[in-house]
T-cell receptor
Framework: QQKVQQSPESLSVPEGGMASLNCTSSDRNFQYFWWYRQHSGEGPKALMSIFSDGDKKEGRFTAHLNKASLHVSLHIRDSQPSDSALYFC????????????FGTGTKLQVVP | NSKVIQTPRYLVKGQGQKAKMRCIPEKGHPVVFWYQQNKNNEFKFLINFQNQEVLQQIDMTEKRFSAECPSNSPCSLEIQSSEAGDSALYLCASARDWEYEQYFGPGTRLTVL
């Protein structure tokens, strides 16, 4: 069973709008979370990491983590057409030697 | 921009053939990962290294897949006997340490006919 689930599967927002992506883990050992973005034909690129409860903001991107509910979200304000891509949430245990489990992905389309 | 280099970008093999792909991690990154991304964009972890040493690998990797990350040479992932189900995008990523973000290469797209 997939340990990291994302919703929605796909999302369409108007240019300049807010995009909200969700990620839930089923494993309480996962304490570290990342958001990655993958444009077509490219490898994923990390957007940000979040390890503590609360919000973390980097430019137009804000991540929110609630460890009690194992839920992390990503909010993209002022969405641009260049933000159209696949977005993946990844989670890992806070141990050396472990790997990140990637979620199922959300396809974001920003419509001009 | 990531400087993880993967070659070749595309690889076509017949069933039963060997398929080998290479990865040059970003300079100064001792931690290397290989993932398989299928046509549904699902990721599957294959193997990871720290300073040339294998730390974790899944069963599939142990049986038909072999990988190494020698010092001063590219890392490599080889499928000994390709199967149709191996058709996927193979992604190499490197990181400064385990809790840091992973930098991905563009991937090698393998097609097994």
């Amino acid at each position: 069973q997939q340990k990291v689930q994302q919703s929605p599967e796909s999302l369409s927002v108007p240019e300049g709008g807010m995009a909200s992506l969700n990620c839930t883990s089923s494993d309480r050992n996962f304490q570290y979370f990342w958001w990655y973005r993958q444009h077509s034909g490219e490898g994923p690129k990390a957007l940000m990491s979040i390890f503590s409860d609360g919000d973390k903001k980097e430019g137009r991107f804000t991540a929110h983590l609630n460890k009690a509910s194992l839920h992390v979200s990503l909010h993209i304000r002022d969405s641009q057409p260049s933000d159209s891509a696949l977005y993946f949430c990844a989670a890992s245990e806070p141990n050396s030697g472990t790997y990140q489990r990637f979620g199922t992905g959300t396809k974001l389309q920003v419509v001009p | 921009n990531s400087k993880v280099i993967q070659t070749p970008r595309y690889l076509v093999k017949g069933q039963g053939q060997k398929a080998k792909m290479r990865c040059i991690p970003e300079k100064g990154h001792p931690v290397v990962f290989w993932y398989q991304q299928n046509k549904n964009n699902e990721f599957k972890f294959l193997i990871n290294f720290q300073n040339q040493e294998v730390l974790q690998q899944i069963d599939m990797t142990e049986k038909r897949f072999s990988a190494e990350c020698p010092s001063n040479s590219p890392c490599s992932l080889e499928i000994q006997s390709s199967e149709a189900g191996d058709s996927a995008l193979y992604l190499c990523a490197s990181a400064r340490d385990w809790e840091y973000e992973q930098y991905f290469g563009p991937g090698t797209r393998l097609t097994v006919l």
